[in-house]
């Protein structure tokens, strides 16, 4: 018995070390992904009800790893949170948005918005948000308007540099939205401090959609909040016809999901904006 406990002993050791050489390992390739830009871009298009027509698209990152093949955003974006890297990440993805926007030839009368999700360690970088302001400004006019996603939760823990942040770079012309809303605690009191143009409501609340009785009373109250604060709504995640017309019907003003478009590449974007969405 005593034996068995020793080799439950090493092997609980080795699936440790393993662990730990794979987090390493992870570390290292994505030290190197961001040192030869081994990262690529798709754009997630949203369809505006109030205006009938495609308003914006969010930027998300891809990674695809030579042995691992793609590790979700969800996976690096932490790491790349906690040992520093999310500065030239950001700055990368705003850049080459930007880059690949100009090149096929889309611009603000084609897309009035880009968003842009913004680590709150990014925010509060004042040197970093001061060389995305500047890559900003250094694109010619007729780009359409960037706007930076803070999670809900993000925005909360900090509430106090949250704001003066947002404050300072929304002086110097940023826009603001709060992505994943409704999965922190934010009182009405304290969003209303904030400097924002958008909310968007987190999936989460979406999916079960119309048929869950709790979820449909939710997105109502958040509509109806947003609108007495006069913002926009998004609505992510939105997959189903059904799921639409019930956004629509209560007041919801934008759409973003696989039911209306994926996530995709620049060059399949103008495509997608070639057409429109009959609701
Ligand atoms: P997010 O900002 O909440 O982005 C929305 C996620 O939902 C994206 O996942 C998108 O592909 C996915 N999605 C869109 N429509 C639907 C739908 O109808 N159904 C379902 N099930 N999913 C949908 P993705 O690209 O894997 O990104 C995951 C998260 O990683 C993002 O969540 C964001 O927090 C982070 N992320 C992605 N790109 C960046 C980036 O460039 N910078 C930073 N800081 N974070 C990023
Ligand atoms: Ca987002
Ligand atoms: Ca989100
Ligand atoms: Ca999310």
Known sequence: ???????????????????????????????????????SLVY???????????????VLIRWQHPKRGAVPPDQFIPLAEREGLIHPITEFVLERALKELTTAGIGRQQLATLSLNLS?????????????????HSHRDGQPDIIMEITETAAMENLEATLSAMEYWRAQGMRFSIDDFGTGYSSLARLKQLPLAELKIDRSFIQDLPE??????????????????????VAEGVETP????????????????????????????????AHTIDL
Request: proline fraction near 2%; charge should be neutral.
């Open 242 to 273: 059904e799921q639409a017309q019930f956004l629509k019907d209560n007041g919801c003003s934008v759409l973003q999901g696989y039911w209306l478009a994926r996530p995709v590449p620049i060059g399949e974007l103008t495509h997608i904006l």
């Open 1 to 39: 018995a005593k034996h068995q406990g020793r080799n439950r002993h090493y092997l609980f050791h080795d699936q440790l070390k393993q662990n730990l050489i794979d987090r390493l390992s992870l570390l290292e390739d994505l030290r190197e992904a961001c040192n030869t830009r081994a990262f």
């Open 44 to 58: 997630q298009p949203q369809w505006s009800l109030t205006q009938q027509c495609w308003i914006g698209a969010e």
């Open 120 to 136: 709150h360690t990014v925010l509060i970088n004042e040197a970093v948000m001061n060389r995305l302001q500047g890559r900003v």
């Open 212 to 233: 869950d009785v709790n979820d449909a009373v939710i997105t109502q109250a958040i509509l109806a909040m947003a609108k007495t604060l006069s913002l926009d709504v």
